[in-house]
């Protein structure tokens, strides 16, 4: 079936660690992002791609980088410098010209956990 | 730089009402608007979108406006269930060149059976 795999599900990291989230998708799409979702709170935008080999910052940039060496995949590094990591992590891609007229697809998530 | 808000931030409704979930945008220059349902843990999954040159879509008991010169879109459930319980949100797809996705904060239903 095509879709978003995220993965883990859950993760816990120690202070000062850095983790990466995995976000793979086999719908075709150029575009990819990275939302931060906290208790009760929007998506916030982390990092987005329009295209392999090229990436934007969001507006919560600060702490994270990501890659795009491949179409399918654009991975998220939660770095130690991310002061307060605990969140939802939500991962989407968006195709382009596709019937739905670019219409966004999540991922199931991962939780973050400092520990 | 495009704000996107939702009013209410929660509602509580007996099963079997319409209701009317309210989105609305600072930024009319949008591709698309679309709506998404969140249940507690879980992603987003897409209920509809409406191009920029539409002005509603509908989906079995869900009927979603846009109106851009206004800057809202309304999402109509009708005939509420329990299972509608869940997290609303709406999100605006810029049209300019960097196509950023802004979403509003979402409303929490809960439908009381």
């Known amino acids: 079936d095509g879709g978003i795999t995220q993965s883990p599900k859950y993760l816990f990291r120690k202070e000062g660690q850095n983790v990466t989230l995995s976000c793979e998708q086999n719908?075709?799409?150029?575009?990819m992002y990275w939302y931060r979702q906290d208790p009760g709170q929007g998506l916030r935008l982390i990092y987005y791609?329009?295209?392999?080999?090229?990436?934007q910052k969001g507006d919560i940039a600060e702490g994270y980088s990501v890659s795009r060496e491949k179409k399918e995949s654009f991975p998220l590094t939660v770095t130690s410098a991310q002061k307060n990591p605990t969140a939802f992590y939500l991962c989407?891609?968006?195709?382009?010209?596709?019937?739905?007229?670019?219409?966004?697809?999540f991922g199931e998530g991962s939780w973050l956990t400092v520990v | 730089k495009q704000e996107v808000t939702q009013i209410p931030a929660a509602l509580s409704v007996p099963e079997g009402e319409n209701l009317v979930l309210n989105c609305s945008f600072t930024?009319?220059?949008?591709?698309?608007l679309q709506w998404f349902r969140q249940d507690p843990g879980k992603g987003l999954t897409s209920l509809l979108l409406?191009?920029?040159?539409?002005r509603e879509q509908t989906s079995g008991r869900l009927n979603a406006s846009l109106d851009k010169s206004s800057g809202r879109s309304t999402l109509y459930i009708a005939a509420s269930q329990p299972g509608d319980s869940a997290t609303y949100l709406c999100?605006?797809?810029?049209?300019?060149?960097?196509?950023?996705?802004?979403f509003g904060s979402g409303t929490q239903l809960t439908v009381l059976p």
């Open positions: 989407a891609s968006r195709g382009q010209g596709d019937r739905s007229g670019n219409t966004i697809y």
């Open positions: 999100a605006a797809l810029g049209s300019g060149s960097a196509r950023q996705l802004t």
């Open positions: 409406i191009q920029s040159s539409q």
């Open positions: 791609s329009q295209i392999v080999n090229d990436f």
């Open positions: 719908l075709n799409h150029d575009a």
């Open positions: 930024d009319s220059a949008i591709y698309n």
